[in-house]
C-alpha cells in the first residue's frame, strides 16, 4: 500500500516536474521571437545602418541588458571596447514644449532599436553654468551606444531660452529638432498644475490659475505669466528660424500623442530616416494608468511616472474662453509656418 503510494506521488511530481519545464522552455522561446516579430527590414538613410547587418536585433537585446548595466556605470573599459560603444552627441533633440508630452515622446522613440536616448534632461545649452563645462562635457552626459544608433536628448527649456538656437546651431547646424505640442489652454493649465503640485508638497499657499492668467487691471490676459508665454509657440519658433530652415523641425501632435500614439511615432520615424521599427505591439492602453503605456517584450513593460497625467484644477471657463481667443491668432501663424494645422479652437 506504502508503495503503491510512493509510486503515485513519484508520477504526479513527474508530471508536474514535465510541465514546468516545458512552460519555462516556451517562455524562452517566445522571449526570443519577439524580437523578430517584425523583419529585420532594409534601412538605409543618413544614419548608415545597413540591411545585411543584424544590429538593431542585437541593440534591442543590448538595450534590454547590457546597456542598463552600461548605463548604472558597472562597465569595464574592456566591455565597452568589446561592444564597440561610444558616447555620440545627440542627432536629434526635443527641445520643448514643457508639458507637450516631452517625456512621453522621448520614452517611445526608445522603442526603437536604433534610437538610445539620454534618460535625464542634461541643460546643457538653457544653462550658462553648464554651457560653460564644454561639449565633451555634454558628450560625455550621453548613454553609451552602438555607432549606427543615434541618440536623442530631451530639455523642453531649450525652446523658451533665447540663447538656445545659436548655441545648438554652433554645435551641429543640421540637428533635427522635434517640438511636441498641445493645445496652448490647456498646456497652460497643464504647466500652471505641476508649479501647484511642487507648492503643495512644501506645504505653500498658491495662487489660482485664473488669477495668475488674466491681468486684474485691464482684465486681459496677462502675457507676463510664463505659462502663457510658453504656449505663444510661433513667437519662440520664430526665434528658432532664425538659425535653421522650417524642414529641421518636427512638430509632434502632442493630444493625439496621448490618445493614439503609434501614427505619430511613425511620423518622427520618417522624419529621422529610420526603418519603422515601433508597432502596435509596444504600446498598450491601461485603464487604470488612463494612459497607453510601452511595451518592450513579453517581460518588460512601463507606464510613465505618475507625475505624468495628472489632474488638473477646474478653471473658470471664461477665462478659458479668453485665453483661446488669445491664442487663435498665434495659433494661425504656428500653422502656416509649420505646415501642420491642429483643431485647436
Ligand atoms: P498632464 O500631466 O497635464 O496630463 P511633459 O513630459 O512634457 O512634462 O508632458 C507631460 C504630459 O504628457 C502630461 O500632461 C500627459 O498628458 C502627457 N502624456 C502623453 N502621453 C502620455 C503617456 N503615455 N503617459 C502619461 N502622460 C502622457
Redesign the pocket.
Known sequence: MLFKQQALLRQKLFVLGSLAIGSLLYLVARVGSLDRLQPLCPIDGRFGLRSQDEIPLRALQFKRGLLHEFRKGNATKEQIRLHNLVQQLPKAIII?????????????LNLHPAVVKASQEIHFFDNDENYAKGIEWYRKKMPFSYPHQITIE?S?AYFITEEVPERIYKMNSSIKLLI?V?EPT??A??DY??VLEGKERKNKTYYKFEKLAIDPNTCEVNTKYKAVRTSIYTKHLERWLKYFPIEQFHIVD?DR??TE?LPELQLVEKFLNLPPRISQYNLYFNAT?G????RFNIVFNK???G??????PEVDTSVITKLRKFFHPFNQKFYQITGRTFNWP
Request: charged share 25%; glycine share 12%; proline share 5%.
Open positions: 520643448g514644449v514643457r508639458k507637450g508630452g516631452t517625456r512621453a515622446l522621448l520614452e517611445m530631451k523642453p511636441i498641445r490647456t498646456r493649465i497643464s498644475t505641476q502632442g500623442l496621448i500614439p494608468r494612459f497607453y503605456c510601452l507606464c510613465l511616472a507625475s505624468k497625467g495628472r489632474i488638473h
